[in-house]
T-cell receptor, first 113, second 114 residues
Framework: GESVGLHLPTLSVQEGDNSIINCAYS??????FIWYKQESGKGPQFIID?????DKRQGQRVTVLLNKTVKHLSLQIAATQPGDSAVYFC????????????FGPGTRLSVLP | NAGVMQNPRHLVRRRGQEARLRCSPM?????VYWYRQLPEEGLKFMVY????????ESGMPKERFSAEFPKEGPSILRIQQVVRGDSAAYFC????????????FGQGTRLTVV
């Protein structure tokens, strides 16, 4: 079946640098995407979302980019901090399909001092 | 203004026993979703419920698993005759509405079958 996948299973960055986490999705009908952050022993925490009628959305220190042509999604974290260390998941969904999001396996972000 | 509440946080069951996982959605939310997560893996959708109705159970195993969301009280995910392969973290999420809206997750229940 179709699924969401991630290019890098682990990512290590220096504190203060920018982080880029990538995600490839294969379902061309998906039109809503969310990035979640999951810290050890906790539930996923919503970071930012984007709909398919947009190609960029910014939040506080985070930016999500969507390239529908190549079915690629990325999460950019500016000035990465130790508290950003976590596993990041992208998830895709089709409009009016409830919350049957398809999650990728996740990327572990480690922030080095 | 509590978030999604799941209990218990940790549950240990012997093979063959029953596991009951509870989820209280955020106040005002009537849409509940259950996901399962194995270590170092992503979340796998199990079931989507509204009050008193199962909307989508395409991710639920055909046997031993059931879910409900009664008019009053929390949503319950029930696993009968647990096996070691059921060991996982089970997360519940709730949303205000269906469709492309933000879902808030609980802290999960970690089920260990011994």
């Amino acid at each position: 079946g179709e699924s969401v996948g991630l290019h890098l299973p682990t990512l290590s960055v220096q504190e203060g640098d920018n982080s880029i986490i990538n995600c490839a999705y294969s379902n061309s009908a998906s039109d809503y995407f969310i990035w979640y952050k999951q810290e050890s022993g906790k539930g996923p925490q919503f970071i930012i979302d984007i709909r398919s009628n947009m190609d960029k959305r910014q939040g506080q220190r985070v930016t999500v980019l969507l390239n529908k042509t190549v079915k690629h999604l990325s999460l950019q974290i500016a000035a990465t901090q130790p508290g950003d260390s976590a596993v990041y998941f992208c998830a895709e969904n089709m409009e009016n399909y409830g919350q049957n999001f398809v999650f990728g396996p996740g990327t572990r972000l480690s922030v080095l001092p | 203004n509590a978030g999604v509440m799941q209990n218990p946080r940790h549950l240990v069951r012997r093979r063959g026993q029953e596991a009951r996982l509870r989820c209280s959605p955020m106040k005002g939310h009537s849409h509940v979703y259950w996901y399962r997560q194995l270590p170092e893996e992503g979340l796998k959708f199990m079931v989507y419920l509204q009050k008193e109705n199962i909307i989508d159970e395409s991710g639920m195993p055909k046997e031993r698993f059931s879910a409900e969301f009664p008019k009053e009280g929390p949503s319950i995910l029930r696993i009968q005759q647990v096996v070691r392969g059921d060991s996982a973290a089970y997360f519940c999420a709730s949303s205000l509405d269906r469709g492309n809206t933000e879902a808030f997750f609980g802290q999960g229940t970690r089920l260990t079958v011994v």
